[in-house]
């Protein structure tokens, strides 16, 4: 009888005994309760810790210290605030406008341009009309 003849007649008979074994006699259900009791006997648990507060304190106060170190570093290459800067140079005074209530251009100066509005014409693409409602 050639080998594979014999698998062929084997296997089936191997199979249908294991399974006889393991369910019908409660061999299957021995192993399993074995490994719940086992299981239960030692019960793992994650603890989990935070950070040390005294290490984060020490890492604040480090961020802290390059903070300020950086500021000051900042502080030295500017100069003193002011030294040798003029911040009106190159412009003129303001002249006062007067207010008249009730008037819609109250308050602006004579001179004053405004807004420019020509570009909301570029916009509409020439369609004002057909945009006016």
Known sequence: MKSNELKK???PLIKQTIKEVLL?????????????????AQTITEVK????????R???EALERQRQERIKRLNES???IGAGINVFENTKPIR???TEPGKALSGMAPNDPGVDI??????AGGKWDALKG
């Open 96 to 98: 006062e406008a007067k």
């Open 9 to 11: 007649v084997l296997k």
């Open 118 to 123: 020509s570009g909301i014409m570029k916009l």
């Open 58 to 60: 020490k890492q604040e």
């Open 78 to 80: 500017v100069g003193p």
């Open 24 to 40: 019908e006699e409660g061999v299957l259900s021995q192993v399993v309760s074995e490994v719940v009791r086992g299981m239960g």
């Open 49 to 56: 810790r935070g950070p040390d507060p005294a290490e984060i």
